[in-house]
C-alpha cells in the first residue's frame, strides 16, 4: 500500500512557475513508476508526464513537453514536476499516481495508487 500526497499548487500569472511535490509513505518508493496527470473542470484526467523506476527515464505530454519537468528524489520518497511558462490552459488539478514497477504509463488504469490532488489555477 502507497499513499500519496501532493503539494505546491497555487495561484500563478501566465509565464510563471510552480514546483509540485508528491511524497509517498513506505519504503519500497524506488520501485515505482510515478506519474502526474492533471484533470480541468469538465474535462477528463489527463496524462502530463512519468518517470520510470530504475532509470529514471522520463516521457511527456506533448502539450507539456519543454516546458514542465518530472524528477524524483528515492532517498526522499518524492516525485517532483516543475511546471515553467504556465498557461492558463495549465489550470486544473493535478494529480500523482504510483505503479509497480511499470515501463513508463500514460493512462489511467495503469496505476495502482492515486494522490489527493493539488490545484493549479494560471491567470492570463
Known amino acids: 500500500q502507497v499513499q500519496l500526497v501532493e503539494s505546491g499548487g497555487g495561484l500563478v500569472q501566465a509565464g510563471g512557475s510552480l514546483r509540485l511535490s508528491c511524497a509517498a509513505s513506505g519504503s519500497t518508493f524506488s520501485s515505482y513508476t510515478m506519474g502526474w496527470f492533471r484533470q480541468a473542470p469538465g474535462k477528463e484526467r489527463e496524462f502530463v508526464a512519468v518517470?520510470?523506476?530504475?532509470?529514471?527515464?522520463?516521457y511527456y505530454a506533448d502539450s507539456v513537453k519543454g516546458r514542465f519537468t518530472i524528477s524524483r528524489d528515492n532517498a526522499k520518497n518524492t516525485v517532483y514536476l516543475q511546471m515553467n511558462n504556465l498557461k492558463p490552459e495549465d489550470t486544473a488539478v493535478y494529480y500523482c499516481?504510483?505503479?509497480?514497477?511499470?515501463?513508463?504509463?500514460?493512462?489511467?488504469?495503469?496505476?495502482?495508487?492515486w494522490g489527493q490532488g493539488t490545484q493549479v489555477t494560471v491567470s492570463s
Open positions: 518517470i520510470s523506476w530504475g532509470d529514471s527515464s522520463t
Open positions: 499516481a504510483a505503479r509497480w514497477k511499470g515501463l513508463g504509463g500514460v493512462k489511467l488504469n495503469d496505476y495502482d495508487y
